[in-house]
């Protein structure tokens, strides 16, 4: 029985990903807030100064990172008295009226390299300067100094890095083409990375960001592989015989944690990516997949069918005995640690559907984070303040974003079609 849970749930990602409808190319991700903000950070991002017309509106990027981030109340430009673009020019008597904590003004001017972006955080109730700075970028790295510029504010509010300027990886289908695709935290700017007639699944970061691991099957078969982002190359590293599936990078990248069926049933193993030895990790007559490290490097957890039922087990990253560390619920899977090593965010079913957990890795409690019943595939912001995963809407598959406080912020979705398998990227983009 609880082989077939595991043969269930592979099949359901394999359909998720075939029932589709047909959708452009690099479709744009686009974004509904889901869920209004409850005791929020109060925040006014009043329009900046544009001496020209320019190409992209950097205080709209601001206003929507800091909205889906769950951590701000946004106030409505509509709402605004007036639109300084110089703190010099700010009556702060106007701004409490508002019963805002904070404002942020700034202006975009031409300059030798393109654009000058600049900006002023002030605290309102003081009436001072929190932040204040200058970039300057071409006109392609307006949106990526827009989420700059967010992480900065998000960091000064909140006392927290912000993960805006980064990346996510996730799968679409056009047709009877699958796509590896990435994008900018909020789905702007897709790049496919890779293009397939069968499907892609399992999508992981190497922790500089340099390249993705993901599974794609050829005839059935699955092989799991590792593309270089920047010189646009890849290479197979697991093409046994059986599954070779859940590939997970080590936190120093030299090694690469996975599932593979290749002597049996599927068990954890170890690769060096240098050498390509491989390492068997765990040994049992159970089902053992979805490894996920530890921020150290030195444990690995899993899910297994050992006590009966799926459930999230830890293991020595040399091998060893396993210790189950999730007892709540029906099943737990699909397990990955926060960068910081607290928390651990999975796949929990309650008796309510599976939705999107947080396991407190101290007390072992474990906090539903969503509403729905068909969730998956959970990942981490970099600031470990925001889940990423995908579910469903509409009959469609989308991916939303859930805060460590379990507010909902966005759903990212396609016109037609689904997308599936997210992964978010461990680093920030460079200005």
Do not use: C
């Not at 020019?89 to 031409?110: F, Q």
């Not at 309102?124 to 392609?140: H, K, L, T």
């Not at 090694?255 to 390492?279: F, H, P, Q, W």
């Amino acid at each position: 029985m609880i082989k077939m849970f595991f043969t269930q749930r592979l099949n359901s990602v394999l359909l998720a990903l075939v029932a589709v409808f047909s959708m452009p190319a690099n479709a744009i991700l686009e974004i509904d807030i889901t869920e209004g903000v409850i005791g929020g950070i109060p925040i006014a991002v009043v329009p900046f100064l544009n001496s020209q017309s320019v190409p992209q509106d950097v205080s709209d990027v601001i206003s929507s990172d800091l909205a889906r981030s769950g951590r701000f109340d946004v106030i409505p430009e509509t709402d605004y008295l007036n639109r300084p673009t110089d703190a010099q020019d700010v009556s702060y008597k106007d701004w409490r009226l508002l019963k805002a904590d904070a404002l942020v003004v700034g202006k975009i001017l031409p300059s030798a390299s393109g654009y000058q972006v600049s900006f002023q955080l002030m605290d309102v109730g003081r009436g001072q300067i929190i932040d204040g700075r200058s970039f300057n970028v071409p006109e392609s790295r307006l949106r990526v100094v827009g989420h700059h510029i967010s992480d900065i504010i998000y960091q000064a509010m909140t006392g927290r890095p912000g993960a805006f300027n980064t990346w996510i990886a996730y799968v679409t289908r056009s047709g009877s083409k699958y796509e590896l695709q990435i994008a900018d935290s909020d789905g702007r700017d897709p790049q496919s990375i890779r293009i397939s007639s069968e499907p892609i699944i399992a999508t992981a970061w190497s922790p500089d960001g340099s390249e993705v691991a993901y599974v794609e099957f050829n005839k059935g078969r699955s092989i799991i592989w590792i593309q270089d982002l920047a010189a646009g190359q890849r290479r197979a590293v697991a093409q046994f015989k059986g599954s070779n599936s859940s590939p997970a990078f080590s936190p120093d990248g030299r090694r690469l944690a996975m599932s593979l069926s290749k002597d049996g049933n599927a068990e954890i193993y170890v690769m060096d990516l240098g050498t390509s030895a491989l390492t068997r990790i765990t040994r049992d007559r159970s089902i053992d997949t979805e490894p996920a490290w530890s921020p150290d490097g030195r444990t690995l957890i899993f899910t297994s069918d050992r006590s009966g039922k799926p459930q999230i087990y830890r293991v020595s990253a040399a091998g060893g005995s396993a210790q189950r560390i999730t007892f709540q619920g029906k099943y737990n899977a699909k397990a990955s640690y926060s960068p910081d090593g607290t928390k651990i965010t999975l796949i929990t079913n309650q008796g309510q559907g599976d939705r999107i957990g947080l396991l407190d890795v101290k007390t072992g409690t474990i906090q539903q984070l969503t509403k729905s019943d068909l969730d998956e595939s959970p990942s981490f912001a970099l600031n470990g303040e925001m889940v990423l995963y995908a579910t469903k809407a509409g009959g469609s598959g989308v991916l939303s974003v859930v805060s460590d406080l379990g507010r909902v912020a966005q759903t990212l979705r396609v016109e037609q079609g689904d997308v599936r398998e997210p992964a978010w990227s461990p680093v920030y983009r460079k200005l």
